[in-house]
């Protein structure tokens, strides 16, 4: 917290003195970078921290700067304009909003194809704005709009776009802290993952993008009074593509670099367009040579350094709050449930039903369909006859966040995590999960948050103690250890664990074995743990479950199984 | 047959015939190196200009041929070698490396020959009488080339060696080249001529287009968005998309006006994109 109040003084007080430096002049140009600067720093939100990449951002600036513009013609000296100029800067946040909510629902798109349609998109608002006269003045665009009333001076202007900007860079710095940042780096990372702890992608992708819209809306409601004059050409292609290069130049990660981006890069090119006229190859150059080889940007070189000031891990000395209403019921089952794909049949009629706690492990040849009924449960891979009950309820087909909402965990099979982020933000995605509210996610004391299980896992394995270390450092056991922490601290009831034990020493295998057992017991769960290992299968599992060609071939406790001849007739590979 | 419809059955099959021409070089290299080439457009661009250039020249028509595809072709094979080849493993990465080639190449060829419209005569004047209705021999004879040139290009990718190296290759990187197909030269040669391919569209359209450093943009656009209607299984989806695009394209603007075509074609892409991102026939 200090650290973020030094920051607002600093920049405040940077940007109050600016003027006085660089002259009046300059102190102009400024003012209208400024604004751009802030539209891209929306690019750099959405791409540098969630991973999805919109090259339609001019359409919200445009769609702002118009929206300000006509109300400032027809209410300039109304005191409507205390809600016309706010809404015009909110107004592409919500339609941002709402076409992320119908873009990503239901699929997780990939980049290319996200970026491709915000393109379309753009050069969709660039054929209305230049056509339809009556409202945008076609070609010609809005002229003669008013200032904002009671500013006369140049500089005025500059303070204008500079208490905007200084608004804007401090709010996206305390996102980009706060767990919502978190959120957002994770999404970028690992969606499944992210999903299997609980949230809504979809949703967290919407409002990042969202937040972006507004973001390009406050610059674009600011351009129109300031510049007079609103042209079709701010929906244009061409500004969204300037957008993404300052962002990607200045560094799409960093909370400055599209700021940067905008204002070096813009001004320079201001001013050099005119006397060099290779100076846009050059900055095309430019832009390439940092996609191959310098993806962090100018100010990847310098922000990471105050970077892990801030981001080394907080005390845990909050407990976090209790879980929210998980279904009494335990257990889970499957009722005659078929999955094909394309043609190859996957589940052929499984049956397996769980009604207490304990653990129980699911067993089988490769291709037996052990991973795929779990896929199958958790709505991975559509079910095509058949129910599976989950928890009390029918939920075939749910989806994962859904489902790890109401208490299931699932651990892959391999560790599935955030690499790139912190030991502790993975913990903290896991604890945030199902128990987060909105406003937890805009708070720093999210951060410290802490539960008994954890403190628990991390006495287990001292390693997890060391939050400030990279996961993707970690050693492959080390990684399995972590993913199945992070499965258990969300306390499901219901807990999936695709092969644990896979890469783990004998010594941390016991271990493991001993951390699921007392996780289980204390959280009166049902563990299902799909396993080849048949030493670690002899040490946990309380009942066993054989897979045999999508179907249930027997269950029963280890001793039975083994003295199964059905089951031996599989493995050795006899006709049963 | 009513003259004015004949017209624009022509018009509608020269649309979708050269638009095939330009999307069957993007969608070769994006089947092969799963690269999107978003520099394809700029490519058809730089063709154009080479007829333009050779016309400055008081050159024949027929020399920007071998021009355009000697200059882009080099162009082709520096930018596998240093744009197209380290970002391999990295698509989203190529589809922003391709896309700051395509700004580099505009605003090279501008600050060469500026922004203006540049007009390039056509090689064959007069029309050609079609069922009552006289329809421009250069057009006609474009469209003609221009299926030639799809159809004897499938023709060789389905029966000749090459061909079906290509296909294992697509099939499978890995294999292909443990059983000796030399996958890195393979991926050269038809990044190339994919670039060439778009090249000779563009010396082939430059008489009937304004000529200006923006062309390419229209083209890589039009042509993304076939990729995404047709879907990027098979020459059915190829054709099935550029004649959804070209056709609605060119229908539209007929009864309407171009703005109005071009909209309708961003719409229709808009919905591909979000609805049904494989296409109408999808890849398996």
């Known amino acids: 917290m200090a650290s973020f109040l030094v920051h607002s003084a600093a920049l405040v007080a940077a940007l109050a003195v600016l003027p006085q430096l660089v002259g009046e002049f300059w102190a102009y140009t400024l003012a209208l970078y400024f604004l751009y600067a802030i539209a891209a720093m929306g690019i750099g939100l959405c791409w540098g921290q969630a991973g999805i990449l919109p090259l339609g951002q001019s359409m919200f600036f445009g769609l702002a700067a118009y929206l300000s513009g006509l109300s400032l013609i027809h209410f300039g000296d109304s005191w409507l304009l205390l809600v016309l100029l706010p809404a015009s800067a909110l107004a592409p946040g919500l339609l941002a909003y709402g076409i992320g909510v119908l873009v990503f629902r239901g699929r997780t798109l990939t980049g290319p194809f996200f970026a491709m349609i915000t393109l379309a998109l753009t050069l969709l608002a660039f054929q209305i704005a230049n056509s339809w006269n009556d409202v945008t003045g076609g070609f010609n665009g809005l002229k003669n709009i008013p200032g904002l009333p009671g500013l006369s001076d140049f500089t005025d202007l500059y303070y204008i776009s500079a208490s905007a900007l200084a608004v804007c860079v401090l709010g996206v710095a305390w996102l980009r802290r706060a767990p919502a940042g978190v959120l957002w780096r994770a999404v970028a990372e690992n969606e499944q993952r992210v999903r299997f702890c609980g949230f809504a992608v979809q949703n967290v992708k919407a409002v990042v993008f969202g937040i972006s819209g507004v973001l390009a809306g406050i610059g674009g409601a600011l351009y129109a009074p300031q510049q007079n ?294 959280l009166q769960a049902c563990t299902v743990i799909v396993e080849h290992d048949m030493t670690f299968v002899r040490e946990i599992a309380d009942r066993i479950f054989v897979l045999h060609q999508g179907r249930l071939l027997a269950s029963g406790t280890v001793a039975e199984i083994q003295a199964d001849e059905r089951v031996r007739a599989v493995y050795v590979g006899a006709s049963a | 047959m009513d003259p004015i419809l004949t017209t624009n059955i022509l018009n509608v099959v020269y649309e979708v015939s050269t638009l095939a021409v330009v999307v069957l070089g993007l969608a070769v290299v994006f089947g092969l190196l799963n690269v999107m080439n978003l520099a394809h457009g700029e490519f058809v661009m730089i063709g154009a200009y080479c007829a333009f250039f050779v016309q400055t020249q008081d050159l024949p028509f027929l020399a920007a041929v071998p021009l355009a595809l000697l200059v882009c072709g080099f162009i082709g094979l520096v930018v596998e070698r240093i744009l197209v080849r380290p970002l391999y493993a990295r698509p989203f990465d190529t589809l922003l490396a391709t896309w700051g080639l395509s700004m580099l190449l505009r605003e090279a060829v501008e600050a060469i020959y500026g922004r203006g419209f540049r007009s390039v005569a056509t090689p064959l004047t007069g029309s050609v009488d079609v069922l009552g209705a006289g329809y421009p021999a250069y057009r006609l004879l474009l469209t003609a080339v221009s299926i030639a040139l799809v159809a004897g290009l499938v023709w060789w990718f389905v029966q000749s060696a090459t061909g079906r190296r290509i296909r294992a290759v697509v099939n499978n990187p890995e294999l292909a080249g443990s059983v000796g197909i030399p996958v890195t030269a393979l991926a050269r040669n038809t990044f190339v001529f994919g670039c060439c391919l778009a090249a000779l569209a563009g010396v082939m359209l430059a008489p009937l287009l304004p000529v200006n450093p923006t062309l390419g943009l229209d083209f890589i656009l039009k042509s993304f968005f076939v990729l995404v209607v047709g879907g990027l299984g098979s020459l059915v989806g190829l054709i099935s998309g550029a004649g959804v695009i070209g056709g609605v394209e060119s229908v539209v603007s007929a009864v309407s006006d171009r703005t109005w075509g071009y909209s309708t074609v961003l719409v229709i892409a808009i919905l591909f994109l979000w609805l049904r991102p494989n296409g109408l026939f999808p890849r398996t």
């Open chain 1, 229 to 522: 004059l609103v042209t079709p050409q701010l929906c244009g292609f061409i500004l969204s593509a300037d957008l993404v290069i300052w962002a990607a130049v200045g560094g799409r990660a960093t909370l400055y670099g599209p700021v940067v981006g905008a204002v070096l890069i813009g001004i320079l090119t201001a001013d050099l367009r005119d006397e060099i006229s290779w100076w846009e190859v050059i900055l095309a150059a430019i832009f390439i040579v940092v996609v191959l080889y310098f993806r962090q940007g100018l100010m990847g070189f310098v922000e990471p350094r105050f970077e892990r000031l801030w981001r080394r891990a907080a005390a845990r000395d909050i407990e976090s709050p209790a879980r929210p209403g998980a279904p009494d019921d335990t257990g889970f089952a499957l009722d005659d449930v078929h999955v094909r794909v394309d043609r190859v049949r996957i589940l052929e009629g499984l049956d397996l039903a769980v009604d207490r706690p304990g653990v129980y492990c699911l067993i089988g040849p490769n291709g037996a369909g052990k991973t795929s009924c779990f896929n199958a449960m958790t709505g991975e891979l559509p079910v095509r006859s058949g129910r599976i009950r989950i928890l009390g309820r029918e939920r075939t087909g749910a989806a994962a966040d859904v489902l790890s909402r109401i208490g299931v965990g699932r651990k892959f099979q391999a560790p599935s995590l955030f690499p790139d982020l912190t030991v502790a933000e993975n913990f903290n995605v896991g604890l945030w999960g199902g128990r987060a509210r909105l406003a937890d996610l805009v708070r720093m004391r999210s951060h410290r948050w802490s539960s008994a299980i954890l403190r628990e896992a991390q006495a287990r394995f001292p390693f997890l103690a060391e939050e400030d270390r990279r996961a993707g450092d970690l050693s492959h056991g080390q990684r399995q250890i972590l993913e199945l922490v992070m499965v258990l601290i969300a306390e499901p009831r219901l807990i999936l664990l695709d092969e644990p034990s896979a890469g783990l020493s004998q010594a941390e295998s016991r271990e493991v074995v001993e951390a699921i057992r007392w996780v289980g017991s204390r």
